[in-house]
């Protein structure tokens, strides 16, 4: 069983940045492929960016490339969204997900643990 919590979430003014955080529970951390998804109000679960075991693979959906960079620190069990220049068309929750069966994964069902989410809010 893997635990996975969320945190760096927040209101912040256009153009601004944050930083949410996702700590996971587990000793194979290193085996997980990691990812960030969100949801806004109304609308479906969208991918947002994903990273492999090793963290030599990311991908991005194209509306953050060049403003959010998704990082992982296997010594700690953590991974980190860098979000920079935020929109407000960014409020949504966060999720933080795992997947033990993929290297990299670009869609939800490629996840096997989720977190509970962290709120960010983008003023304009």
């Known amino acids: 069983q893997v635990q996975l919590v969320e945190s760096g979430g927040g209101l912040v003014q256009a153009g601004g940045s944050l930083r949410l955080s996702c700590a996971a529970s587990?000793?194979?951390?290193?085996?997980?492929?990691m990812g960030w998804f969100r949801q806004a109000p109304g609308k479906e679960r969208e991918f947002v960016a994903a990273?492999?075991?090793?963290?030599?693979?990311?991908d991005y959906v194209d509306s953050v490339k060049g403003r959010f960079t998704i990082s992982r620190d296997n010594a700690k069990n953590t991974v980190h969204l860098q979000m920079n220049r935020l929109k407000p068309e960014d409020t949504a929750v966060y999720f933080c997900?795992?997947?033990?069966?993929?290297?990299?994964?670009?869609?939800?069902?490629?996840?096997?643990?989720w977190g509970q989410g962290t709120q960010v809010t983008v003023s304009s």
């Open positions: 997900a795992a997947g033990v069966r993929v290297v990299i994964g670009l869609f939800g069902r490629e996840y096997d643990y």
């Open positions: 587990g000793r194979t951390f290193s085996s997980y492929a």
């Open positions: 990273i492999s075991w090793l963290g030599d693979r990311t």
